[in-house]
Nanobody, 124 residues
Framework: QVQLVESGGGLVQDGGSLRLSCATS????????MGWFRQAPGKEREFVAA????????RYAESVKGRFTISRDNGKNTVYLQMNSLKPDDTAVYYC?????????????????WGQGTQVTVSS
């Protein structure tokens, strides 16, 4: 059973920072590609960032490139999303997800396991 639990969401002002965490089961932490997605009200779930198994390879959506950083600590079974220079458009529920292979890392349909999500609200 693969379990993912997000934390770290909250309310922050425009320009502020938050760090999201995703606690994973031991097996997930060293064998799965990990991704962060987000979904705003009335919108489809969209790709935010992904990291490969060993943490060396990362990819970002254009809208967050240069502001967000994804990382993983397999020893702590945790994946992080550091979010800086937050904007009101970043307001959404953020989800952590896991998949076996790197290909199509941007597609939510490719991910097999999902967390319950954590709300991020950026006020103007």
């Amino acid at each position: 059973q693969v379990q993912l639990v997000e934390s770290g969401g909250g309310l922050v002002q425009d320009g502020g920072s938050l760090r999201l965490s995703c606690a994973t089961s031991r097996r997930t932490s060293s064998t799965y590609v990990m991704g962060w997605f987000r979904q705003a009200p009335g919108k489809e779930r969209e790709f935010v960032a992904a990291v490969n198994v060993n943490g060396i390879l990362t990819r970002y959506a254009e809208s967050v490139k240069g502001r967000f950083t994804i990382s993983r600590d397999n020893g702590k079974n945790t994946v992080y999303l550091q979010m800086n220079s937050l904007k009101p458009d970043d307001t959404a529920v953020y989800y952590c997800a896991a998949k076996a292979l790197w290909g199509s890392y941007y597609s939510p349909l490719e991910y097999n396991y999902w967390g319950q999500g954590t709300q991020v609200t950026v006020s103007s």
